[in-house]
């Protein structure tokens, strides 16, 4: 592991790495200025995060954003664990491949086609546009990769636990919620983290769904991007950086922590 | 070859009167071209240990699995009890499985693993704390009730996946290559562990296996199988001393097979199997044609080795010791006779080693009675 870089991959490291945080971290630092021209430092200040609590609209759009995020990815959650219990489990029905293609489609479905066909079809039924829109928008595209997440999970699930559940008097239900479900709780988990962090930095189906009332933060950053850049929204910015990277890192923690103890679990529990 | 059947006590196979428990009527098993069960007819009957044996692919876990209802019969009836148990769902029938993998709930305690079916049939909870402490007792794990999965070892998982599958107090216990994961030692000791929980708790127990010496040690009842059919279904002793073909007898112990043409001659049938050899002389129970191809078994301990020929006996061989395997308590002689065919003889060790009658390349004889070995026609 201590291996000493050679200066070629110190320097491709450094590359790669200024080109993918350098934005970001002039960013962090400009959120800190006490000026208010962005393009001007004039020393270290956290106004701006003062600010910020007291612009009312800013705070709505914040709560529009948890309650979407929580909301949309619970639900996500609990349909896209079950479409892979389904497609791992279900042996091969009719259909499967099918099925298994058409959940995955929407990883790689463009966004602006996912939030127009959205559009379309709550203006067919007659759905005013709100929160409750974007919740279902948000639902119907971070499900897959909830999907994805548990699906890999349960492909290395042990299927004589279930048996043995199955076995032991403990229908179908009592075998998924006593023995799969404990189980596979970490992959879960990060599924539902995973889906969060998408809802909460979604700008492109959120800005199709939502109605007068219900704007999220993305939109609402996107919208005053447009009357220029104030140091306010450089905090906003900031803010959402640092809950994405904790969304991002504890789902990661929580799935490799989580999944490796309880494969050796899993592992002693079979054999030695 | 007095078959030891009148000493058993327990014999129900015998007593037509008898109703077995398991009935397997015509049960065949087909994965599509693929039949891994076929046409197979087998009674097994209460309080029996039966051992299903053969290789893998032969369809022995296939078996196990329709009892558990893991897998329902292509074709045929599976009765248990009287029961057909075809439209019953596997958590609603009076069987338990211990799992080959031992399928154990790695977030729950061994308590709490012994504990769930009796959870599921929605006992009441001192009666549950009784019947685990029962359990517990029973596999010695008292002081591992709380312990979890991981936190023990093999032989003590062993124990917990079989206290969890006896719990429920079962008609039958289905067991899936029990003793697999469990070093040499260890798996000779649970063993006599099963045999004796077996005989405490009364419950027919029917056992999966490939290891033979397993199968021998603890069944009442052995069946051997291959490809989907039972070759031979007898006791231990009636599958080892009369094997009823080549197939049983050379996948149970050792054996030293020679072929030749039989012609019978009263009771005894002279098989001709090498040119300026004496034919062999047996006793066979069953009529054979003359002129017949057949198969003549003989185990190496049926022989016996010795310097001078024993006039005693009706066969006598001579021969070149080739090889010699000691193995502490016996030492098996491979010989080759005069026509290039090697058998293999074994001698109990009755004295010690330094005062061995034989050695490499010595010329000896070896002989056996007309009853030691047994005419096979398949």
Known sequence: ?272 | MAEPAQQKVFAPWEDPSEKPIIRFEGVTKRFGDFTAVDKLDLKIYRGEFFALLGPSGCGKTTLMRMLAGFETPTEGHIILDGQDVAPIPPNKRPVNMMFQSYALFPHLTVWENIAFGLKREGMEKDKIEARVSEMLRLTRLEQFAKRKPHQISGGQRQRVALARSLAKAPKLLLLDEPLGALDKKLRQETQFELMDIQEKTGTTFVIVTHDQEEAMTVASRVAVMDHGKLVQVATPAGIYETPNSVYVADFIGDVNIIEGAATPNGDQVEIAWAEGLAPIVAKSSEPIAPGAKVHFAIRPEKIYVSREPDMERANRVQGKVIDIAYLGNISTYRVRLANGQMISASMTNARRLSRRDFTWEDEVWLNWTDTAGLVLTR
């Open chain 1, 1 to 272: 592991m201590n291996r000493k870089l050679s200066w070629f991959n110190v320097t491709s490291l450094t590359l790669g790495f200024a080109f993918l945080y350098l934005p970001m971290l002039i960013l962090i630092i400009y959120s800190f200025n006490a000026s208010k021209l962005v393009t001007v430092w004039a020393g270290f200040s956290t106004r701006w995060y003062g600010e910020l609590l007291h612009d009312q609209q800013f705070l709505d759009a914040a709560w529009v954003t948890l309650r979407v995020g929580v909301i949309s990815s619970t639900f996500a959650t609990i349909l896209g664990t079950a479409a892979a219990y389904v497609l791992v489990r279900g042996g091969k029905f009719f259909g499967r491949t099918l099925f298994s293609g058409m959940i995955y489609a929407p990883l790689v479905m463009p966004e602006v086609i996912t939030g127009l066909s959205l559009l379309l079809l709550f203006i067919s039924i007659g759905l005013d546009r709100g929160i409750v829109t974007i919740v279902l928008a948000h639902t119907t595209f971070t499900m897959c990769y909830v999907s994805v997440v548990v699906s890999s999970r349960l492909m290395t699930f042990d299927q004589s636990l279930e048996e043995a559940a199955l076995d032991l008097g403990a229908s179908a239900w009592d075998s998924f919620r006593l023995v799969t479900l404990p189980i596979i709780f970490p992959a879960v988990i990060s599924g539902w983290l995973l889906a969060f962090t998408l809802s909460l930095d979604d700008l492109v189906i959120a800005s199709f769904t939502s109605g007068p009332s219900s704007t999220t933060l993305p939109i609402k950053i996107f919208s005053a991007v447009r009357l220029g850049v104030s140091p306010e929204i450089n905090a906003l910015s900031t803010l959402m950086i640092a809950i994405v990277a904790i969304g991002v890192i504890t789902a990661s923690l929580v799935s490799k922590g989580a999944i490796k103890r309880q494969r050796e679990e899993e592992l002693a529990g079979n054999r030695t």
